[in-house]
């Protein structure tokens, strides 16, 4: 019971240092050059991503990058890049906690990764319909994406993003090529916590 106590209060004490009123689940609004977004975070869940996340937002760290992935039908994809993919310098990853059982489903934001599963820095994608292969459980890795919040407002500007014109560039470290790059730059201009 004590050890509870100290747990309730040791994570009351990690979200008032962002901002956000113990008794309440972040939000935070990513403002884009298409339309703002509203995201409501879950702590309880996912508490180590939504920490990372918002670590990275309190650094101001999403200012002036893009989404530079975006698929129809599918998600899009952003936070780490800034305007000719020039790739920004992250925090060590983190542990994926796909085991909360959150699922991809449309609106839901995620954390992207590679193929090591515990490999998620600063990207997230938003998925603009049910992505079941996304979740651990259908996963062909049987690892998954960990979901971490919901659109609560703005799934009109994520549809607008997705629908944007894609082209394919060369990855300018390593000249791989990059699929389904806007075709110009879709920005985050900031994302910011908020009272709901």
């Not at 002036?64 to 975006?70: A, K």
């Not at 890795?141 to 609560?152: A, E, H, L, P, S």
Request: charged share 25%; glycine share 6%; proline share 6%.
């Amino acid at each position: 019971m004590k050890r509870l106590f100290l747990l309730t209060l040791a994570a009351s004490a990690m979200w008032a240092s962002h901002g956000v009123a113990a008794d309440k689940n972040p939000v935070v609004v990513m403002d884009t050059s298409m339309g703002k977004i509203k995201v409501e975070l879950y702590p309880d869940k996912a508490p180590i991503t939504v920490k990372n996340f918002l670590d990275y937002v309190d650094d101001k760290f999403y200012d002036g990058t893009t989404f530079h992935r975006v698929i129809p039908n599918f998600m899009i994809q952003g936070g780490g890049f800034k305007p000719g993919l020039a790739e920004k310098d992250t925090k060590k990853a983190i542990k994926n906690e796909s085991t909360n059982g959150l699922e991809n489903q449309r609106g839901t934001i995620a954390m992207a990764r590679t193929r090591v599963p515990d490999s998620a820095t600063a990207q997230f994608f938003i998925n603009v319909k049910y992505n079941d292969s996304l979740d651990r459980v259908r996963a062909r890795d049987r690892v998954g994406y960990c979901v971490f919040g919901k659109v609560i407002d703005g799934m009109d500007v994520v549809d607008k993003i997705v629908d944007v014109p894609t082209t394919t560039v060369p990855h300018p470290k390593t000249g791989d090529p990059m699929e389904n790059v806007p075709a110009q730059d879709v920005m985050i201009k900031s994302i910011r916590v908020v009272d709901k």
